[in-house]
C-alpha cells in the first residue's frame, strides 16, 4: 500500500512548490530528508531541509552503505539515506523522493516499483527565469544549474509519468491526480 514517489525534474522547474503542494493535499505522505554537502542556503534548516554533510562524513556514509542513491550534481553530492524511506514504509507513510535524474535512475533500478514522475518546464527559458526569480543561488550556480538541465531535459522519456508545470495550480493538480490514482485514494476522499 505505502509507495515511493520519486519526483525529479530540472533544478528551478517547481519541484520544491509542487510537492509542498501535493504534502499538503494527500494525506499519508511524507517527504524523505536528503543529505548533502552543500553548504546551507539561508533560513534552511539542518534535519528539516537537508542532513547537511561534510564530505568526510558523506564517504563515510556510503562505505557504510547507508545510501539508496547518491550522486553529485553542480559540485556538491546528494543521497537518500535508506533509513529515512525504509523507517517511513514500515510505518505505512508513503515517501516522496524530491531528487535530481541520476538518483531518480538508481532508485528505479533497486525499487521497480517506485513511482516516477518528471517535471518538465512549458519552455527552457522559464527555468533561468524561476531560479533568478528565486533568488537563492549565484548568477555561477544558476549557470551551471542551467548546464545540468539540458542533459536532464534529454532524458525526460524515460520516466512513466511527466508534468509540465505551466500553471501551478493545474500541474499540482495533476500530479495530485497521479499520486492518487497510484495510491487508490480518489480525489474526492476526504473532501468535505
Ligand atoms: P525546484 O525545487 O525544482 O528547484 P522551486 O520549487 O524552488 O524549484 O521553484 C523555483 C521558482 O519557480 C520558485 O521561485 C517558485 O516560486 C517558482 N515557480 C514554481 N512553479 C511555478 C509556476 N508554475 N509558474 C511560475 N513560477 C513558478
Ligand atoms: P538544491 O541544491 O537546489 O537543493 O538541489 C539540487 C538538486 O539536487 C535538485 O535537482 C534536487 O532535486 C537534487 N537532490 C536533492 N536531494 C537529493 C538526493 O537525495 N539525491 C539526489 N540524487 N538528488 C538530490
Redesign the pocket.
Known amino acids: 500500500m505505502a509507495k515511493v514517489f520519486v519526483i525529479t525534474?530540472?533544478?528551478?522547474?517547481?519541484?520544491?512548490?509542487?510537492i509542498s503542494k501535493l504534502l499538503e493535499r494527500v494525506q499519508g505522505l511524507e517527504l524523505s530528508i536528503s543529505a548533502t554537502t552543500r553548504e546551507p542556503r539561508e533560513g534552511e534548516v539542518d534535519g528539516r531541509d537537508y542532513h547537511f554533510l561534510t564530505p568526510e562524513e558523506f564517504d563515510r556514509r556510503i562505505a557504510a552503505e547507508d545510501f539508496l542513491e547518491f550522486a553529485t550534481y553542480s559540485g556538491n553530492r546528494y543521497g537518500t539515506l535508506r533509513s529515512e524511506v525504509r523507517r517511513r514504509l514500515e510505518q505505512g507513510h508513503s515517501v516522496v523522493l524530491?531528487i535530481e535524474v541520476q538518483g531518480a535512475r538508481q532508485v528505479r533500478a533497486a525499487m521497480r516499483e517506485s513511482v516516477q514522475v518528471f517535471?518538465a518546464p512549458p519552455d527552457p527559458a522559464s527555468l533561468r527565469h524561476?531560479?533568478e526569480?528565486?533568488g537563492t543561488d549565484s548568477l555561477e550556480a544558476i549557470d551551471s544549474r542551467l548546464e545540468v538541465a539540458e542533459q536532464e531535459l534529454a532524458a525526460q522519456d524515460e520516466f512513466a509519468h511527466r508534468v509540465v508545470?505551466?500553471?501551478?495550480e493545474r500541474?499540482a493538480g495533476e500530479l495530485e491526480g497521479i499520486v492518487r490514482a497510484e495510491l487508490g485514494v480518489p480525489l474526492d476522499s476526504g473532501a468535505e
Open positions: 525534474g530540472p533544478s528551478g522547474v517547481g519541484k520544491g512548490t509542487l524530491e517535471i524561476r531560479l526569480s528565486r508545470n505551466d500553471e501551478l500541474a
